[in-house]
T-cell receptor, first 111, second 115 residues
Framework: KQEVTQIPAALSVPEGENLVLNCSFTDSAIYNLQWFRQDPGKGLTSLLLIQSSQREQTSGRLNASLDKSSGRSTLYIAASQPGDSATYLCAATGSARQLTFGSGTQLTVLP | KAGVTQTPRYLIKTRGQQVTLSCSPISGHRSVSWYQQTPGQGLQFLFEYFSETQRNKGNFPGRFSGRQFSNSRSEMNVSTLELGDSALYLC??????????????FGPGTRLTVT
């Protein structure tokens, strides 16, 4: 059974700092790894998806990497802004198209 | 292209009642998945529907059921509500990437409160 872990559970940084969020998974037989953002009481916004054959994806100030062999993914946020404050979730997709989510990292960017 | 829509956005029900939630996927997406999100358990997979057939089911009791219509819209039903069913219910519309990989797009969710 796939298990996904995210560290740290919470992170508070000053505006402008670069930061890294970590995600690990136990079963490397994944189809892709997806990073989401969730604002309080809202749904999930997809940020980046890395297919199993890829090593990284970039979108603006965000960069996500995937290392299937070690069961790890990282989300790098450059030059953080207060608007980046949210909960970030990673999810692994298995063969049944079912997403297994981590418990999330709650990010606060202080002005 | 319109995103995933879910109705209603908020619901308050009493223990023992039943509830039906609705989800309309992105146009052209034929697969719909449902997830439950609670503070204690996080996000958990409920079930997936494709072409009106349940293709996959998570570890939830039989009180949780769903269906999908020919236009890909989906409903989920929870019977005999319990306090522990209070949660944010999220629907996801799935896009096949053609490589055996899939990308899921989520709706805003339905916040269910059981009193």
């Amino acid at each position: 059974k796939q298990e996904v872990t995210q560290i740290p559970a919470a992170l508070s940084v000053p505006e402008g700092e670069n930061l890294v969020l970590n995600c690990s998974f136990t079963d490397s037989a994944i189809y892709n790894l997806q990073w989401f953002r969730q604002d309080p009481g809202k749904g999930l916004t997809s940020l980046l998806l890395i297919q199993s054959s890829q090593r990284e994806q970039t979108s603006g100030r965000l960069n996500a990497s995937l290392d299937k062999s070690s069961g790890r993914s990282t989300l790098y946020i450059a030059a953080s802004q207060p608007g980046d404050s949210a909960t970030y979730l990673c999810a692994a997709t298995g063969s049944a198209r079912q997403l297994t989510f981590g418990s999330g990292t709650q990010l606060t960017v202080l002005p | 292209k319109a995103g995933v829509t879910q109705t209603p956005r908020y619901l308050i029900k009493t223990r023992g009642q039943q509830v039906t939630l609705s989800c309309s996927p992105i146009s052209g997406h034929r697969s719909v998945s449902w997830y439950q999100q609670t503070p204690g358990q996080g996000l958990q997979f409920l079930f997936e529907y494709f072409s009106e057939t349940q293709r996959n089911k998570g570890n939830f009791p039989g009180r949780f059921s769903g269906r999908q219509f020919s236009n890909s819209r989906s409903e989920m039903n929870v019977s005999t509500l319990e306090l522990g069913d209070s949660a944010l219910y999220l629907c996801a519309s799935t896009l096949s990437l053609g490589t055996g990989s899939y990308e899921q797009y989520f709706g805003p969710g339905t916040r269910l409160t059981v009193t």
